[in-house]
């Protein structure tokens, strides 16, 4: 069972910067067999793809509509993923989930119906 606890939200002007965090644990597996990633879902759209970071954190990628502004890291040691977000703007807005999938490669998938585990999500409002 993973479990993920997402937060860091609230409301930003546009052009401001937020961090998210994003604290997993696992009672009977490895968090380092899992990789992690971000998704976003607006009200009446779909969950989007944001971020995601590798299981062993040697590569990551970005939705287009974040990349250069958005980055992803993350802490083995605190078992915690953030999503530094600068230069915010209002299409940002959306509730934010951290999620995770169990992977023996290095592909990171875009797709979330390949991700099984889902944080609660934390509301993320840039204003403009």
């Known amino acids: 069972q993973v479990q993920l606890v997402e937060s860091g939200g609230g409301l930003v002007q546009a052009g401001g910067s937020l961090r998210l965090s994003c604290v997993a644990s696992?009672?009977?597996?490895?968090?380092?067999?899992?990789?992690l990633g971000w998704f976003r879902q607006a009200p009446g759209k779909e969950r989007e793809f944001v971020s995601g970071?590798?299981?062993?954190?040697?590569?990551?990628n970005y939705a287009d509509s974040v990349r250069g502004r958005f980055t992803i890291t993350g802490d083995n040691a605190k078992n915690t993923l953030y999503l530094q977000m600068n230069s915010l703007k209002p299409e940002d807005t959306a509730e934010y989930y951290c999620?995770?999938?169990?992977?023996?490669?290095?592909?990171?998938?875009?797709?979330?119906?390949?991700?099984?585990?889902w944080g609660q999500g934390t509301q993320v409002t840039v204003s403009s």
């Open positions: 999620a995770a999938r169990f992977s023996t490669g290095d592909f990171i998938s875009s797709n979330p119906n390949d991700y099984p585990h």
């Open positions: 970071i590798s299981r062993n954190g040697d590569s990551s």
């Open positions: 696992a009672r009977t597996v490895r968090l380092s067999l899992f990789h």
